[in-house]
């Protein structure tokens, strides 16, 4: 796969591109990023990438000659259907499953929008589809595109050094991912579960699935509306749920209407 990163700040990226499984991803081959310095992109001996918005209010909006002239010139090296993304708090919602499409792409370009935004032109010239990674104001897109990279390149073949961590992780499946333990076995008088233990992996994997699905319905319950659940899912669900239901003391009559 081939990232291009349409920014003000190339500095910004430094430093995470060279960290942890992003590195080891680009150093095998698997993954090229590349960072475009936006003023780069100008014609004036200033480098001015943003003007006054029309209509007056604060702030300044990001031109579009050099961002358009930037996105052609990408577009000119790319496959066709390259995707432009434009990072934008306006956008659909990052989640797994759009990481997961994106990561069948050959080639991205991300553009990091800054100051209050960009001309709108833009929009209707050359960006493809909108992300946003979440409802809160960055400063500028740099951070949501550094957050789409870690979560496209993971899911890459070969980008991860065992490949079944990317199916049992949070949200590979739609669920929250079950409680994880190391050595030692009790620490602060703190136990891990028995059945860890076991040796027995038909128990294992079941109680690990009970336990994500104990999660999920605790932190996140509005996964479980949209998740293909089985047999097996919904049957442990309601064990889950019955034996979180108060136990009514003998004798005493329940008076809720």
């Given at each position: 796969m081939h990232?291009d990163?349409?920014t003000i700040f190339?500095?910004f990226f430094?430093?995470p591109l060279?960290c942890?499984?992003v590195a080891?991803?680009?150093?095998s081959?698997v993954?090229?990023?590349?960072i475009?310095n ?11 990438v ?7 209010g ?8 050099p961002?358009?002239r ?7 090296q790319?496959p ?6 434009l990072?934008t708090?306006q956008?659909?919602?990052?989640d797994?499953a759009k990481?997961?499409?994106?990561s069948?792409?050959q080639?991205?370009i991300?553009i990091c929008?800054?100051y209050e935004g960009?001309?709108?032109?833009v ?11 979440g ?11 550094l957050?789409?990279?870690d979560?496209?390149i ?7 050094g065992n490949?079944g ?9 739609g669920?929250?991912?079950?409680p994880q333990?190391?050595r030692?076995a009790?620490?602060?008088g703190?136990k891990?579960?028995?059945?860890l233990?076991?040796?027995h992996?038909e128990n294992?994997?079941?109680w690990r699935?009970k ?7 605790e932190r996140r319950?509005?996964l479980?509306?949209?998740a293909?659940?089985?047999?097996e899912?919904n049957?442990l ?6 034996a979180?239901?108060?136990e009514?003391?003998?004798?005493q009559?329940n008076t809720?209407?």
């Amino acid at each position: 796969m081939h990232i291009d990163i349409i920014t003000i700040f190339p500095e910004f990226f430094t430093s995470p591109l060279d960290c942890s499984i992003v590195a080891r991803a680009q150093q095998s081959g698997v993954v090229d990023v590349v960072i475009h310095n936006l003023r780069d992109y100008t014609n004036d001996k200033h480098q001015v990438v943003d003007d006054y918005p029309y209509g007056g209010g604060a702030g300044m909006v990001m031109k579009p000659e050099p961002l358009v002239r930037a996105v052609d010139n990408l577009l000119s090296q790319a496959p066709a259907d390259t995707p432009v993304v434009l990072l934008t708090p306006q956008g659909q919602r990052l989640d797994q499953a759009k990481a997961q499409e994106m990561s069948g792409q050959q080639h991205l370009i991300l553009i990091c929008g800054h100051y209050e935004g960009i001309d709108e032109r833009v929009r209707q010239t050359v960006v493809t589809e909108e992300l946003s990674i979440g409802d809160y104001v960055l400063t500028g897109g740099e951070p949501a595109a550094l957050v789409i990279i870690d979560a496209v390149i993971r899911l890459l073949p070969g980008a991860l050094g065992n490949p079944g961590s990317v199916h049992s992780e949070s949200f590979a499946d739609g669920l929250l991912e079950h409680p994880q333990y190391t050595r030692p076995a009790e620490w602060r008088g703190m136990k891990i579960p028995d059945i860890l233990l076991s040796g027995h992996h038909e128990n294992i994997r079941r109680w690990r699935r009970k336990q994500t699905l104990r999660r999920t319905l605790e932190r996140r319950p509005d996964l479980l509306k949209s998740a293909k659940l089985t047999e097996e899912d919904n049957k442990l669900l309601t064990e889950i749920k019955e034996a979180a239901q108060p136990e009514v003391v003998a004798g005493q009559e329940n008076t809720d209407e």
